[in-house]
């Protein structure tokens, strides 16, 4: 149980188009899911937090209007990186809250903006 | 301020011998403390959690970790390394739902 899927798991695409990454919550409701991006040999950092129905909360330094983040229901959450350029590329990885309060991440989805 | 410390970038360990890696946290109240793991291009993998009650937790695969109030550190631990336990290890503390704080990592090598 408590698996969380994210797709794709690779992307590539070209400067100035936009990506969408969609993490799914496969065996659980998660009222509330989070997306990370990690630069290699480095840790995870929190870009916002996700919750059903409503507005994400971006942390700081975060652009909202670059990273629309859209939580439909309570098993789907997408990130869209739009007019993406090369210094987006990363690796971004969800993860979403069970009941018992763990948060459970999906296998990442690397993008590279050529 | 919530910090989590992972004072060491790697651990080296022979295979079959015991591992430690090391988690030190700072917080004010009471913390929640999590384990996790992660292989090469990979997501992170829940391994164990703290939360309340017994100091002792055991997780996924064999690991364990030790909540110690007092030294406030929550180092995990198994008896016997495997080859396969070479990954990258995570350390993370939250209070209540709160966003979850990561340590730098630690990189765990096990030889066989």
């Known amino acids: 149980g408590a698996v969380v899927s994210q797709h794709p798991s690779w992307v590539i695409c070209k400067s100035g188009t936009s990506v969408k990454i969609e993490c799914r919550s496969l065996d659980f409701q998660a009222t509330t899911m989070f997306w990370y991006r990690q630069f290699p040999k480095q840790s995870l950092m929190l870009m916002a937090t996700?919750?059903?129905?409503?507005?994400?909360?971006?942390e700081q330094g975060v652009e909202k209007d670059k990273f629309l983040i859209n939580h439909a229901s309570l098993t789907l959450s997408t990130l869209t990186v739009t007019s993406a350029h090369p210094e987006d590329s990363s690796f971004y990885i969800c993860?979403?809250?069970?009941?018992?309060?763990?948060?459970?991440f999906g296998p990442g989805t690397r993008l590279t903006v050529l | 301020a919530q910090s989590v410390a992972q004072p060491e970038d790697q651990v080296n360990v022979a295979e079959g011998n015991p591992l430690t890696v090391k988690c030190t946290y700072s917080v004010s109240g009471n913390p929640y403390l999590f384990w996790y793991v992660q292989y090469p291009n990979r997501g992170l993998q829940f391994l164990l959690k703290?939360?309340?009650?017994?100091?002792l937790v055991k997780g996924s695969y064999g690991f364990e970790a030790e909540f110690n109030k007092s030294q406030t550190s929550f180092h995990l631990k198994k008896p016997s390394a495997l080859v396969s336990d070479s990954a990258l290890y995570f350390c993370a503390l939250r209070r209540s739902y709160n966003k979850l704080i990561f340590g730098a990592g630690t990189r765990l090598a096990v030889h066989p």
């Open positions: 996700s919750n059903e129905g409503s507005k994400a909360t971006y």
């Open positions: 993860s979403a809250r069970d009941r018992r309060s763990v948060e459970f």
């Open positions: 703290y939360i309340t009650g017994d100091n």
